[in-house]
């Protein structure tokens, strides 16, 4: 069974601040961890993903993460907040690339960006 | 092009009629999904296939019924629309390691 607990359902930022939205997982197996951007009335953008390697992984909009083991955590970072982030973020596990793999996602983040 | 593209985008309908939702995806991808987003956003899977083969059913009613004509497409069809069926549905697409989302279909029923 896997999970994906979203620490903060609001957290809100000024322009320019960092921006630190917090993801923890759970997993029977070695997870992929992904961070998905959902923007009014749209769909879901891939952000980034994990799945083996390097630990700290790059993705679009300036956005990174990086997958620690020992905490079982996935959070996600960007140095220096645009209006243009403000949106629902979500993290999300799946048990490897096994085809048919489900997403799991967490509750979600609302961040806000404040001028 | 768009990648997984679901139509209608906004679908309003009274209750206890039949519906129907289509997905194509242009990837090439194997494995088809659709998820159901709430009202607060919480996003849940419901349906998976593989190849045409339906993998994943995850405790959906049975008036839920998805259909894979081919490896590209993966509709949706509703039967007897209740007011609780009122969500945002998403269909998606992967070659495994996360997904593709469409733009999603708001279903409100009343």
């Known amino acids: 069974a896997q999970s994906v607990t979203q620490l903060g359902s609001h957290v809100s930022v000024s322009e320019g601040a960092l921006v630190l939205l917090r993801c923890n997982y759970s997993?029977?197996?070695?997870?992929?961890l992904f961070w998905y951007v959902q923007y009014p009335n749209q769909g879901l953008q891939l952000l980034l993903k994990y799945t083996t390697g390097a630990t700290l992984v790059k993705g679009i909009n300036g956005f990174e993460a990086e997958f620690k083991k020992s905490e079982t955590s996935f959070h996600l970072t960007k140095p220096s907040a645009h209006m243009s982030d403000a949106a629902e973020y979500f993290c999300?596990?799946?048990?490897?690339?096994?085809?048919?793999?489900?997403?799991?996602f967490g509750e979600g983040t609302q961040l806000t960006v404040n001028p | 092009d768009t990648a997984v593209s679901q139509t209608p985008k906004y679908l309003v309908t009274q209750m206890g009629n039949d519906k129907s939702i289509k997905c194509e995806q242009n990837l090439g991808h194997d494995t088809m999904y659709w998820y159901k987003q709430d009202s607060k956003k919480f996003l849940k899977i419901m349906f998976s296939y593989n190849n045409k083969e339906l993998i994943i059913n995850e405790t959906v009613p049975n008036r839920f019924s998805p259909k894979s004509p081919d490896k590209a497409h993966l509709n949706l069809h509703i039967n007897s629309l209740e007011l609780g069926d009122s969500a945002v549905y998403f269909c998606a697409s992967s070659r495994g390691g996360g997904a593709f989302f469409g733009q999603g279909t708001r279903l409100t029923v009343v």
């Open positions: 997993s029977s197996v070695p997870p992929y």
């Open positions: 999300a596990v799946s048990e490897g690339a096994a085809s048919g793999s489900r997403l799991t």
